[in-house]
């Protein structure tokens, strides 16, 4: 499985960006896809998931609210919306086989073990 992601860049605090995540590959042995990112001198952290099943999907604390996980089958393309930027969101971006971190939705909270292939990420950059 490959990932080639896009729509990085940087923006004002408040802002939004829309990243792209380009999957190739066949997904069928996996249960999740998710996004993480890594911010200079910190851990990488997973940010969002979403199950392959059924679309269910999973936040971050930090972000929930704000970020929004998709995934549209016919192009297989994930995407992550994001909203209301703070600059501590500055970050490299990467999507991924699987997940990382603790994670949220309505159903609670769930540890995801980590991911097992990303692609190379894209630069977000939150500053005015």
């Known amino acids: 499985l490959q990932f080639v992601e896009s729509g990085g860049g940087l923006v004002q605090p408040g802002g939004s960006l829309r990243l792209s995540c380009a999957v190739s590959?066949?997904?069928?042995?996996?249960?999740?896809l998710g996004w993480s990112r890594q911010a200079p001198g910190k851990e990488r952290e997973g940010v969002s998931c979403i199950r392959l099943e059924d679309g269910r999907t999973y936040y971050q604390e930090s972000v929930k609210g704000r970020f929004t996980i998709s995934r549209d089958n016919e192009k297989n393309t994930m995407y992550l919306q994001m909203n209301t930027l703070k600059p501590e969101d500055t970050a490299i971006y990467y999507c991924a086989a699987e997940c990382l971190g603790d994670l949220s939705n309505s159903d609670g909270l769930y540890h995801f073990p980590g991911e097992r292939s990303w692609g190379p990420g894209t630069q977000v950059t939150v500053s005015s």
């Open positions: 590959g066949s997904t069928s042995e996996y249960v999740h």
